[in-house]
C-alpha cells in the first residue's frame, strides 16, 4: 500500500520555524510534499497571482520529503503543487504551523487558512495549525504535541469529508493547555489604527490595530476558548452562502 | 437629513470603466466616496499589508464626490477609509462593477468581493457587481441598470443587517437579460494549468485555468442562474464555519 502524500503549506516562508516543527511531526505520517513561498507572505489572504509567471525552485528531493519554493503567494504555492509539481492527489494538506493567532475573521485574512481552503476546495482533508504568539524563535514543543494528536484525531476519523480545520493554539507551556475544544468563528472586526510616517517628505501609513470581539462570552466561540487556554478548533466551510439571509430575502424579493 | 454616505471600491483600479460606471449609477443616492487601489489588483482576495507603510492620494474632492487612490490591496483601501480617511461610518458600501466573474468560488480569490466583505465585517449593507467579461470597454449599460434596481431594492429593505451581497451579470444585452435570481454559492474549483515560459533560461509557470462545477444543472446556485441569463445574487456570511460538520465532529470527538 502507498504511504499517505501529505502536502505541506504555509505563509510565513521556507525557513520559519512553524514549517521546520511541522515537517518533523509530520514525518512518521506518510510521504511530504512542501510547496511554500520562499519568503513570508502573512496578511495574503487566498490571493493569487496570474498577472506574472511564477518561479518555482526544488530545495530538498529525499526519500520521504520534497521541498519545492515559490515566489507566488500561499494560494499559488498549493495551486502549483496540485496542478504541475505532484504526480498523483496528496492525501492531506497541512498549513503552518504559523507564527501568529489566525483565529475569529483573521482566518479570513490568512495566507495559511487561505491554503487550507484550497486544499478543501479540492476536496482534500486540510487542517491550518497557527500559535498565539509572533516570535520568530518561538517555542513550538507543546503546540507539536497538540499537532500531532489533532493530526491523528484526523487520521482516526471515519467520515473524512469536509474536512477543513481552522486550528489555534494558545501560547502557553503544556501544562497550562486544558485541552481542546471545538469551536464556531468569532464575529468581530479589527479596528485598525494607521500610524502615520514621514517618507521623502511624504504622509504614509502603516497598519496596526486590534481585534474587536462582537460575542465577548460567548463559549461556543474560538476567541473564548483560546482566552481561557484552550486550543480551538474550527471547521471552515468552502460555501460562503448564508443561507438564512437567502431564506429571508426570498421572501421580500421583489423580483 | 444627512445625505447617506456610499463607500465605493474596486480592484480593477481607479480608472476602470466598471468603476466609472458605478460612480455615474450612485451620484443621485448620496454622497459618494471612493478609496481604491490606483493599479489593478485583481486576485487579491482579502490580502492586507502590514509590512510596509501605504500611499493615499487624493484625486477628486468635489461636491458629493471625494475619490482617493493608494498602493494598498481593495481591502487595505477599505479599511483606510473606514480608519483613517472618513469622517463617519458609511450607510453603504459598493464594489466594482468587476470586469469578470466572481461567481461561485471565485468570490474567494476576488479583491472585489474581498472589499465588500469588510464591508460586512463593519456591519453596513454592501454590494460587489461583476460583469461576465474582461473586455477594459465593455458595455455596461444593461448592467448599470440592473445595479441600479439592485442598489434601490437594497434602499428599500426594511431590515438591512447582513445585506453582503455577491452580485454576478451575465455580459448579455438588455433584452436577452431574463431577469435576477437570489442564489446560493456554487461548489467547485479551478483546474489550473500552469503553462510554462522560459524567462531567461529559467523555466516559470503563468497560472491559466478552468472552472469546475461539482454541482451542474442545480437550479439554485449562482453558476445555473448566469448560465441561463439570469442576474445572479449571492449573500455572503462572514461567518465562515461550518455548523454541519461543527456538530458531526462534535459527536465523534475524543476531546
Known amino acids: 500500500m502507498q504511504k499517505p502524500l501529505i502536502l505541506i503549506a504555509n505563509d510565513d516562508g521556507a525557513y520559519s520555524k512553524g514549517l521546520a516543527t511541522v515537517i518533523n511531526m509530520l514525518k512518521p505520517y506518510g510521504d511530504l510534499f512542501v510547496c511554500v513561498p520562499e519568503q513570508g507572505q502573512s496578511g495574503q489572504s487566498q490571493a493569487i ?4 509567471t511564477l518561479q518555482v525552485k526544488k530545495l530538498k528531493d529525499e526519500p520521504g520529503l520534497r521541498f519545492y519554493v515559490t515566489d ?14 505532484l504526480d498523483r492527489k496528496p492525501d492531506f494538506l497541512v498549513s503552518g504551523i504559523n507564527h501568529g493567532s489566525n483565529s475569529s475573521i483573521s482566518a479570513y485574512y490568512s495566507g495559511t487558512v487561505g491554503a487550507v481552503l484550497e486544499g478543501c476546495f479540492h476536496e482534500i482533508p486540510s487542517i491550518a495549525f497557527s500559535l498565539l504568539t509572533h516570535l520568530e524563535d518561538a517555542d513550538f514543543v507543546a503546540a507539536e504535541k497538540y499537532a500531532r494528536r489533532l493530526f491523528e484525531w484526523v487520521l482516526s476519523l471515519e467520515d473524512k469529508s469536509d474536512v477543513c480545520l481552522n486550528v489555534n493554539i494558545p501560547y502557553l507551556p503544556e501544562n497550562e493547555i486544558k485541552g481542546i475544544k471545538l469551536c464556531r468563528q468569532t464575529i468581530g472586526k479589527w479596528q485598525e489604527e494607521f500610524l502615520e510616517q514621514e517618507v521623502d517628505g511624504e504622509i504614509r ?10 460575542e465577548d462570552g460567548a463559549e461556543d466561540t474560538d476567541e473564548w476558548a483560546l482566552k481561557n487556554g484552550y486550543i480551538a478548533v474550527v471547521p471552515l466551510s468552502r460555501d460562503s452562502t448564508n443561507h438564512d439571509k437567502l431564506k429571508k430575502l426570498k421572501d421580500v424579493s421583489i423580483f
Not at 497571482?49 to 506574472?52: A, E, K, N
Not at 502549483?80 to 509539481?85: C, D, I, P, R, S
Open 49 to 52: 497571482t496570474f498577472t506574472r
Open 205 to 214: 501609513y502603516l497598519m496596526t490595530g486590534s481585534f474587536v470581539n462582537f
Open 72 to 85: 507566488g503567494t500561499p494560494t499559488d504555492s498549493v495551486k502549483l503543487a496540485f496542478n504541475k509539481l
